[in-house]
């Protein structure tokens, strides 16, 4: 027993090492929404919601909706998406989630599909995404990496681009292609805090591998940032209110501090050795319960920097309850395994 065990931990891990999640992962797989409904901003459990936390704006909420974006290429998504409005007067909310992120330089990316030139301007730039020196609901205020949106030159298109810190709306360096509306593009941002630049790219072919060429990049403010705390999503307009963020569903979010654990290619997982199972509820709060026709011999639980923080062994359960009272609010990965080696991957937030 204790052989089958040893193997079931090996075939675990190599289950969660292939997710390549980085730092941080969300595929959004709770329902709701991200940040909470708070009216106020503060440390109330109204301004959390699915592990990201409202620091800024008390109007609307960002709601997860159904459905995945993909990209060719890259990792098979999961979970669903999140939408923000474009519309200032029905959603105003800027949200964070806690990452960890160790040494100068950090990536983050997403999949974005932007629906149409809502709040869009044709030459200034406002952003929308962004990393942040600090996390949770006070003091979140400096905000490296900013992934920023204008319209394209060719009608119906649109451009991204990208500011290390805060720059004038003029001041961001733009990726001059021109993107359709109601295409999923996928970008990758890097900061590097050594050189205070940003870089971005913009639907890139070299997924998994090392560092592409073909970046934009922008060092214009001379602001600093020397931590990454946090990756945030903003919903607002400029200061001169002559553009705001897009109307857009935005998924896949990953952060690491290398271009293979924010680009993951597919894993390699046979269907043959899937175990199917449900797990609910989620969000979670004390315990979960994982369900399945097969019997389930073992359960690990890992942080979003891969560390293992929950195991637990069952004999002939088909049905099977693990208490997550004593963890901390975030998102969790979750591997269970059969007693005839299939898995059952998902994820759960607190």
């Known amino acids: 027993m ?209 560092e592409p060429s073909g970046a934009v990049s922008n060092n214009a403010s001379t602001s600093t940032a020397t931590t990454i705390a946090a990756i945030c999503i903003r919903n607002a307009w400029d200061n001169t209110n002559t553009c705001g963020t897009p109307k857009a569903e935005i998924d896949e979010i990953r952060v690491g501090t290398t271009w293979a654990s924010v680009t993951p290619t597919p894993q390699s997982v046979s269907e043959n050795n899937i175990m199917q199972a449900t797990l609910y509820p989620n969000p979670a709060k004390d315990m979960i319960t994982i369900s399945s026709e097969e019997n389930i011999a073992n359960v690990m639980v890992y942080d979003m920097q891969g560390k293992l923080v929950k195991q637990q062994v069952f004999s002939t359960e088909q049905e099977v309850r693990l208490n997550v009272s004593e963890l901390s609010n975030g998102l969790y990965n979750v591997v269970a395994t059969s007693l005839n080696g299939k898995m059952f991957i998902s994820k759960f937030s607190k």
């Open 2 to 210: 204790k052989k089958l065990y040893n193997s079931l931990f090996l075939v675990a891990f190599l289950a969660i090492s292939q997710l390549s999640f980085g730092q941080f992962y969300d595929g959004f797989t709770g329902t709701g929404n991200i940040g909470g409904n708070c009216t106020t901003v503060g440390a109330t459990p109204d301004c959390e919601s699915n592990g990201w936390y409202t620091h800024s704006g008390t109007v609307g909420t960002i709601d997860i909706l159904p459905g995945s974006l993909s990209y060719n290429g890259l990792q098979t998504s999961t979970g669903n998406k999140v939408y923000i409005l474009g519309n200032n007067t029905q959603l105003s909310r800027d949200v964070n989630a806690p990452v960890t992120i160790s040494g100068n330089v950090a990536y983050y990316s997403a999949i974005i599909n932007v629906i149409d030139s809502t709040n869009l301007h044709a030459t200034n730039v406002n952003y929308f995404m962004h990393f942040a020196t600090t996390s949770g609901n006070t003091g979140v205020s400096t905000f490296p990496a900013r992934l920023g949106i204008k319209k394209g030159a060719t009608p119906g298109t649109f451009n991204f681009a990208i500011s290390n810190l805060n720059v004038a709306v003029t001041a961001y360096t733009v990726n001059t292609t021109d993107l359709p509306f109601g295409t999923p593009v996928f970008v990758v941002v890097k900061f590097d805090m050594t050189s205070n630049t940003a870089y971005l790219w913009v639907n890139p072919t070299d997924l998994g591998q090392n």
